[in-house]
């Protein structure tokens, strides 16, 4: 039995952790999905039970979110970090997000920060359990 499997079922399959109400977060889960090849990434709202307590078990909190998670196997990446790691993991094109590793890590944690506060301001608002690919939709969970 994995570390996970106490949360409502889930796997030891990756998972990204967004707000599901953020326009960049349902952006961010369109290019999980068209760049995990492999099929395996799982994508899981901040707003779903599971979401909340993903949140809480790695310090987030769930009631005012300033990150998101990338969790695979017993690692966990925030921030840029995470979307570092789901390029590097997805290959192709998405190998282009360690370009943010030329960001010295503390300026980079800082503009991530300024981002997510400001996501809905700066970006809008979405909603990834809308989104109409049934692919897509296949890969959320929570």
Avoid at 38 to 52: F, N
Wanted: net charge neutral.
């Amino acid at each position: 039995m994995s570390a996970h499997d106490d949360d409502h079922g889930l796997s030891d399959a990756p998972v990204a952790v967004m707000d599901a109400t953020c326009a960049v977060c349902s952006w961010g889960a369109r290019m999980i999905h068209r760049l995990d090849h492999s099929g395996e990434v799982r994508i899981c709202p901040i707003q779903t039970p599971l979401g909340r307590s993903l949140l809480v078990r790695h310090g987030l909190d769930p009631d005012d979110p300033e990150s998101w998670l990338f969790l695979e196997g017993d690692r966990v990446w925030t921030d840029f970090d995470a979307l570092i790691r789901v390029g590097q993991r997805s290959g192709g094109w998405g190998r282009v997000f360690a370009l943010l590793r030329l960001i010295p890590k503390p300026l980079r944690d800082w503009l991530y920060r300024r981002l997510a506060r400001n996501r809905y301001a700066l970006f809008g608002r979405g909603d990834l359990c809308a989104l109409p690919d049934p692919a897509l939709r296949a890969r959320l969970i929570g």
